[in-house]
């Protein structure tokens, strides 16, 4: 029988563990943070782990997971790690990112029931959905068949056979551009596996056979299959591929210490919300530029990297996610950051993004030299819904844009005549 405990992630946790059960949590999370295959892996977390566990007096251990959310089994001990938000307003940030898990290269099985599974099987039936409207990608695949008329390099054996028999029909190899594709028969099989999920909503496993039965031209994924790679022309495939392989691996990773075995579903949390918020404010804003840019710092080799640049050209204002909740009082370093972003960028307007509720009022707008700086909060107050927070963002930062903090020439844009042509990043 399971023992199930409960974590926030980034936020220690107190848990009775034996030092053999320690070190699979430690190898989980080296494993993770150690491989750039690893969604969300930047390659700047090597030799580090995503979770730290230190001893007690008491003997207990005080388990921290840095910035993942998931499922973690360690012998008889279930660890689910929720995030630091409301999981509603947490899978409604995370829908909208264009960044997807990627799996670690260690076999793979954890159980199902993880909450947040149902996301992923979510996201990947809604990118298997528009594949389909966009179309399946057909490619050349080798095929070995009878055939009436000679096509590609002939066996003449059993050809001949063949002819010995009374049949006029030849065995050929050759190539048929065709959706039977390697690629087409991961995503139809991860399809059909989330459409036998009991677990998961009725009405997403119906989405999920229909997407299977629309695919009647792709056959049965083979062993080989797994191995199947995006390329320049499949790049739209990306995301679907990695939320396919995820889920026919069992949605999890397996790693083992000693006597101990371990298995794990943890993904990143920053990256994806940075990315889900950046796609909410562009959606919202559509008339203004909303992008991610890096800027270098002459040749020096240094460059900073504001989450969020607002204006084509002239920046018309910087701003930076914190996946966090904000207090009454800035934090130094944040505001520290988000002015030299500013400056970069030669914008007067900084903004700093993180996660509010009423009970706490946003830190004052403050002003350093002439770059003004003003704090946003996503709204994750109880009965607040997703969709209201995502509504007053934008909304804040639209009138934000159009405000006095904001150069004139940028309000000019959007106040004048010119029509502004949003660019697709």
């Not at 403050?366 to 909060?377: H, I, Q, T, Y």
Request: with cysteine.
């Amino acid at each position: 029988m399971l023992d199930e405990f409960e974590a926030i992630e980034s936020k220690p946790v107190s848990l009775d563990l034996t030092e053999g059960e320690v070190d699979v949590l430690l190898l989980i999370g080296r494993e993770l943070a150690s491989t750039s295959s690893w969604w969300g892996g930047s390659g700047s977390e090597l030799n580090r782990s995503v979770v730290s566990a230190d001893r007690l007096r008491d003997g207990s251990c005080r388990v921290t997971f840095r910035d993942v959310i998931g499922l973690v089994r360690v012998g008889s001990k279930q660890i689910c790690v929720k995030p630091k938000i409301p999981m509603d307003h947490f899978a409604y940030i995370a829908n909208r990112s264009d960044l997807a898990p990627r799996l670690g290269n260690t076999a793979t099985q954890v159980a199902e029931g993880l909450d947040f599974a149902a996301v992923i099987v979510r996201w990947h039936v809604e990118a298997a959905e528009k594949l389909l409207r966009q179309g399946l990608r057909k490619d050349y695949t080798d095929r070995t068949d009878e055939v009436e008329r000679i096509q590609g390099s002939i066996h003449p054996i059993k050809t001949t056979l063949l002819t010995s028999m009374g049949l006029a029909r030849a065995v050929c190899s050759f190539q048929e551009f065709t959706e039977d594709t390697m690629l087409n028969r991961v995503v139809k099989a991860a399809c059909l596996k989330v459409a036998r999920m009991d677990s998961i909503d009725l009405a997403i496993r119906a989405r999920a056979r229909k997407v299977a039965q629309r695919m009647d031209d792709v056959g049965t994924m083979q062993p080989n299959d797994l191995r199947a790679q995006v390329d320049r022309l499949s790049a739209n495939y990306s995301r679907l591929l990695s939320l396919s392989l995820l889920i026919l691996a069992g949605l999890g990773l397996t790693v083992a210490a000693g006597r101990h075995i371990g298995t794990a579903f943890l993904v990143r949390t920053p990256e994806l919300i940075e990315d889900g918020l950046r796609s909410i404010l562009k959606e919202g804003l559509q008339d203004i530029q909303v992008a991610k840019r890096r800027l270098m710092l002459g040749d020096s080799g240094i460059s900073i990297n504001p989450d969020l640049v607002f204006g084509r050209g002239s920046t018309a204002a910087v701003a930076d996610v914190k996946y966090r909740l904000l207090g009454k009082d800035w934090a130094k370093p944040d505001l520290n950051q988000v002015v030299t972003f500013a400056t970069g960028f030669r914008t007067h307007a900084a903004a700093v993004i993180g996660f509010s509720s009423r009970a706490v009022a946003l830190p004052r707008p403050v002003s350093v030299g002439d770059v003004k700086v003003r704090a946003f909060g996503w709204d994750v107050s109880e009965g607040v819904a997703p969709q209201a927070s995502a509504t007053a963002l934008t909304g804040s930062f639209r009138e934000w844009l159009r405000g006095a903090d904001v150069c004139s020439d940028w309000a000019s844009k959007l106040h004048g005549n010119r029509p502004f042509v949003p660019i697709r990043v």
